[in-house]
């Protein structure tokens, strides 16, 4: 299978979402890349994103970690497969119906961070996800993610 940005085929109504959304400018722009199994991003942390001198804000993991892990669910649940690229934007959207979040080691400022994530179990009402931020080859912190459909009403 071919590796898609997850977040390209968001439907439009729902692509302004602060850490991955295409159309907040101000936002982080996170670009997920899913490859059939597992999904990656890259994000190097700016000045802004400072915890202590030399290191990255927790929050900002947090938002990595939840943004990742709802992309990934969206890829995971993807009935398309080998068509992805054809079918435009029309990933289902899923939110955070819980978010847990285990810092390692403190991770480095002004490093890129590879951010991977897993489907670990999928069913109709819900995906939850595992998602590792690692920078220089050591995982720096470790989050799971559970997934719920969009509900009805924030459509």
């Known amino acids: ?6 977040q390209d085929h968001y439907p439009e109504q729902y692509c302004h979402c602060y850490g991955c959304g295409r159309e907040n400018r ?5 670009k997920s890349y899913w490859d059939g199994q597992t999904a990656t991003a890259r994000f190097t942390p700016g000045p802004h994103h400072i915890a202590l001198p030399g290191y990255v804000y927790g929050g900002l993991l947090a938002s990595l970690v939840d943004c990742h892990g709802i992309a990934t669910a969206s890829a995971a649940m993807d009935e398309t497969g080998e068509d992805r690229e054809k079918a435009g934007p029309q990933l289902k ?3 955070t119906a819980s978010l847990h979040v285990d810092y390692l080691r403190p991770t480095p400022m002004g490093k890129e961070l590879e951010i991977t994530g897993t489907a670990l179990a999928v ?3 819900k995906v939850v996800v595992e998602v590792k931020i690692s920078a220089r080859g050591k995982v720096r912190v470790r ?7 969009m509900p009805k009403s924030m459509a």
């Not at 101000?26 to 996170?30: E, K, V």
């Not at 989050?143 to 459909?149: E, W």
Request: hydrophobic content about 40%; some cysteine.
């Open 123 to 125: 069913d109709k009402d």
């Open 93 to 95: 959207r899923y939110v």
């Open 26 to 30: 101000h936002g982080l722009q996170i």
């Open 143 to 149: 989050g799971q993610v559970l997934a719920a459909p």
């Open 1 to 6: 299978m071919k590796n898609y940005c997850i």
